[in-house]
């Protein structure tokens, strides 16, 4: 049989979901997605792997075969890929840093790698920006060592974090907006307005900037989804819904009349330094030590 990782991969969340929505939901592709792509596999195997009943799904007597080698070849090719990529960044000599969000804040950047290079100057310290629609900011599929990121993560066991700062969380709203002569909001003020929601792959990230926890079950109105800065500027521009943002990240959007007021009952965003829990390499623990002496001192 020729089966790709994916196969397995979509294969083994169902299997262990038995439901095909958290399982989609677990891998961040959408529900019919996943289940055109189980059954692409059934039709490759000339099996069903699935007993599917309106409240209930079971796995058949091939698919309980076939789930103990599908985990076995998806460990085998998870420890073949983390093999790789230590032997990649053993042979190059760079850390790549991913940047979800900006970790500008302070000279913090410029401070870590100064104190980084000092002791590892033959070290290339690589940044790559990524987008909000992966909000491990490289380290989920290893493109990235270490990351500057926003809490939450998805699958928070899968990394270490190291927490840099706490800033309070503001609404952005569009100019001319009505709550613009409000010197603080509570969230409750917000529950009617429409919000720019991150795209759904970035996960937990997309509910806690919804401040989903603050709507009691409540749904949310999306008046557009934006993927980066620029896109929260045109969204904003148009008037088409309203976005909590950092307080960091206000010179960002600062422009065209829109208006930042703090929401007094929102907890306030946590900024931290991520690698993945079991990456133990002298030079990812090295820089990550870096940023906890410079933000030892910046607390001092």
């Known amino acids: 049989m020729d089966l790709h990782g994916r196969d397995l991969r979509y294969f083994l969340a169902v299997a262990e979901e038995l439901n095909f929505t958290r399982a989609a939901e677990r891998l961040y592709v ?3 997605a996943l289940s055109k792509q189980i059954r692409a596999l059934e039709r490759y195997l000339g099996a069903p792997l699935f007993t599917r009943a309106p409240q209930q799904v079971t796995l ?4 309980e075969a076939l ?5 076995t070849v998806l460990e085998a090719l998870d420890a073949a890929a983390a093999a790789v990529e ?5 042979q190059r000599s760079t850390l790549v840093i991913g940047m979800g969000a900006s970790p500008g804040r302070g000279g913090l950047l410029p401070a870590v790698r100064s104190r980084f290079l000092a002791t590892y100057p033959e070290v290339t310290l690589k940044l790559r920006q990524v987008g909000w629609q992966d909000p491990t900011a ?30 309070p969380r ?37 509910d806690y900037w919804l401040a989903m926890e ?21 969204a904003l521009a148009a008037g088409l819904g309203v ?28 900024f931290a330094l991520a690698r993945r829990a079991n990456d133990e390499r002298p030079l990812v623990r090295a820089y990550e030590q870096a940023l906890r002496a410079v933000r030892d001192v910046d607390e001092k």
């Open 67 to 71: 789930l103990p080698h599908a985990r």
């Open 60 to 63: 058949t007597p091939v698919g």
């Open 214 to 234: 603050k709507r009691a079950g409540r749904p949310v109105r999306v008046g557009a989804e934006v993927a980066g800065i620029d896109e929260v500027n045109e």
């Open 30 to 32: 959408s529900q019919p």
């Open 138 to 167: 490289g380290l989920s599929d290893g493109s990235s060592d270490l990351a500057y990121i926003r809490l939450p993560l998805p699958d928070p066991e899968r990394y270490a974090t190291t927490v840099v700062s706490e800033e």
């Open 86 to 90: 230590q032997a990649r960044a053993a």
């Open 243 to 270: 976005i909590l943002t950092a307080a960091g990240d206000v010179p960002l959007l600062d422009r065209g009349g829109v208006t930042f007021r703090l929401v007094r009952d929102l907890p306030p965003l946590l």
């Open 170 to 206: 503001l609404i952005a709203l569009p100019p001319g907006h009505q709550l613009a002569g409000t010197t603080a909001l509570d969230f409750a003020d917000l529950l009617n307005e429409p919000f720019l929601a991150l795209p759904h792959a970035a996960g937990p990230l997309r």
